[in-house]
C-alpha cells in the first residue's frame, strides 16, 4: 500500500503540471452558450480536528433565453453526473479514468484496477421542484486513509434554481480523510491531490457553459424525459 500510494502521490504530481500547462485551455470559453461565474466562498477547503476535508466550489450558471431549466430532474441530473466523470478522464488526457459498475464507480489511474485512486458506491439522488442533488458515498481508494472507510465520506453534485434563467451549482467533497495526509503529511496533500481537486473543479463548472451534457452510462431515469414537463 505505501509504495502504490506513492506512485498515486507521484501520479498527482504529474497531473498538477500537466494542468499548469494546460491551463488556457482550461479557461476556455469557446463554443459557450451560457454564462459561469465562480462563486466559491472564501475557505473553500478546510480540514477539521479529525483530519477530516471539507472542499466546496460552486458556480452561477446564466442560461440563455429559452433554455429549460430542468437540471435538477432525474434525468438531467443523472447527465450531469456523467458529464463530471467524463471530464476527469479528458482533462486529465486519459490519466484518470472511470470503471462503471452497476454498484458504484471506481477511478483509477490509467484505467488500471490496482491503481484505483477512490471507489464510491452507487449514486443516491434527491430531487426536488427548485433543486437536484446527486451523491456519491466515499468507499475505499489508495487516496483514502483507513479510517475513512466508514461510508460517512460524499462527494456531491448540488443544483438550485436562482431566478428563471440562472443555477447555481455546487460541488462538495465532506467527510474525507486523505490517505496522503495520513502517510506523507498534510503539506504534501494540500499541494498535490487538495489543489487539484480545486482546478479540476472549477474547470468543470466553467465547462458547465458549453451546455454539453453527456448521456448516462447506467441510464437509471432512462425513461423519463429530459426536457422539463
Not at 142 to 152: E, F, K, M, N, T
Not at 219 to 225: E, H, K, N, S
Request: proline share 5%.
Amino acid at each position: 500500500m505505501p509504495q502504490r500510494l506513492a506512485i498515486a502521490a507521484a501520479a498527482l504530481l504529474s497531473l498538477a503540471v500537466l494542468l499548469f500547462a494546460n491551463a488556457r485551455r482550461l479557461l476556455s470559453t469557446r463554443g459557450a452558450t451560457a454564462r459561469t461565474t465562480i462563486a466559491s466562498p472564501a475557505e473553500h477547503t478546510t480540514t477539521d480536528d479529525r483530519g477530516a476535508v471539507r472542499s466546496v466550489q460552486s458556480a452561477d450558471v446564466e442560461l440563455p433565453s429559452g433554455e429549460p431549466l430542468a437540471l435538477w430532474s432525474g434525468a438531467w441530473m443523472e447527465r450531469l453526473a456523467a458529464t463530471y466523470w467524463r471530464f476527469l478522464t479528458r482533462i486529465s488526457l486519459g490519466v484518470i479514468r472511470v470503471h462503471y459498475r452497476p454498484d458504484g464507480r471506481d477511478i483509477c489511474l490509467f484505467g488500471w484496477p490496482a491503481l484505483t485512486l477512490l471507489s464510491f458506491k452507487a449514486p443516491e439522488y434527491e430531487l426536488g421542484d427548485e433543486h437536484g442533488v446527486v451523491r456519491w458515498r466515499i468507499d475505499r481508494g489508495l487516496l483514502v486513509a483507513r479510517r475513512g472507510h466508514s461510508g460517512d465520506g460524499f462527494l456531491e453534485i448540488e443544483v438550485h434554481r436562482r431566478g428563471p434563467s440562472r443555477l447555481h451549482v455546487e460541488v462538495e467533497v465532506a467527510n474525507f480523510y486523505p490517505a496522503i495526509a495520513s502517510r506523507l503529511g498534510r503539506w504534501v496533500y494540500e499541494n498535490t491531490q487538495s489543489r487539484i481537486h480545486v482546478i479540476v473543479t472549477h474547470s468543470f463548472l466553467r465547462s458547465l457553459a458549453r451546455l454539453d451534457l453527456a448521456e448516462s452510462h447506467i441510464g437509471r431515469f432512462a425513461d423519463q424525459p429530459n426536457e422539463p414537463s
